[in-house]
């Protein structure tokens, strides 16, 4: 069994004559980024490996995320700007030894992605953060897995 984690960075800023790429977090995007990691962390959910897109916005909310858990993460540009056929590649590049992952990405993409695999249509807001569960051995297994939604938390239901 795999566990999936799709987080979709906090809200940002776009300062003028900023490209999108570069545009950091708002204070609120700070400020929400930090409670859900906190959340999460007390919630005891354990993740081996983190990988974001690696737009400012994103970076800085996976940054918080992993200060707050004491980990290391590493950058996939096919996060930026994805369709789900992006995202299922960075899961097909994991190794096989990897049980637990989070991925942090961009609207329409990581909700797009989320919807494939749940029967529960939602739309990500800044900061949502979906748990999966994935029956496989494998991620090389996972479009044909089973997958089972765990949990969908909200900065603001929180």
Known sequence: MKKLLLIRHAKSDWPEN???FDRPLAIR???DAQKMAQYLKGQEIE???WITSPAVRAKNTCEIFCNTFCKD???DEKLYQPSERNIMSVLYDLDSETSSVALFSHNNGISNFANTM???VFLFPACGVAGFEVNCSSWLDFEAAD???IFFYEPETI
Do not use: P, R, V
């Open 73 to 75: 993460f590493s950058t």
């Open 18 to 20: 900023t490209d999108d």
């Open 29 to 31: 995007g700070q400020s």
């Open 147 to 149: 997958k089972k939604l």
């Open 118 to 120: 749940t029967e529960d």
């Open 47 to 49: 993740i081996e490996q």
